[in-house]
């Protein structure tokens, strides 16, 4: 299993639509593969994040919150992978077909309450999304990656982040 990276990033975002645009940012720096593991409390911005991330890779149709299905699909430059583990218990991951989608090259995988694929093959590789509310529509993002090529990614999403806030 690859080790945590040293590597973290905050980004501070005061609107849903900055949190869309965060993500947009991730879009653009996006290979294909990357496995994004979204945590935090319900309200604090994951469902926007993967309604921005969708968007920013030419989704027509815009993600709803998952709760109620464990994936959901998003077509565009690359795919996103939806899912929403909220409601699986312990051991039920491997009913659900997530291993078919870890690593495609032509998607991207948004996991919504992954904590517990953290410590799993499929989550050795991972960039970690951890959503903090701040006060209002304001919220905190730290970001962290697990293994090289979700190293890179992060960094260019910083890059890109930057480049659009100036």
Do not use: Q
Request: hydrophobic share 40%; proline share 3%; net charge positive.
């Amino acid at each position: 299993m690859a080790a945590r990276s040293p590597f973290l990033s905050i980004f501070k975002t005061a609107l849903p639509a900055e949190t869309r645009l965060l993500a947009a940012a991730l879009a653009r720096a996006a290979r294909g593969g990357e496995c994004l593991v979204l945590t935090g409390p319900i309200g604090a911005g994951k469902t926007e994040f993967v309604k921005g991330l969708a968007a920013a890779l030419g989704s027509k149709d815009s993600p709803v919150s998952a709760s109620f299905n464990i994936l959901r699909t998003y077509r565009g430059r690359l795919k996103v992978f939806h899912f929403d583990l909220f409601r699986l218990g312990p051991g039920e991951l491997e009913n659900t077909g997530f291993a078919d989608y870890a690593g495609r090259s032509d998607g991207i995988m948004a996991v919504e309450w992954g904590e517990d694929i953290k410590d799993t093959a499929y989550g050795a590789e991972r960039l970690e999304l951890e959503f903090r509310l701040a006060g209002g529509d304001r919220r905190e993002i730290r970001a962290s990656a697990a293994g090289k090529g979700h190293l890179s990614a992060l960094e260019r999403m910083e890059k890109e982040w930057r480049r659009k806030k100036k």
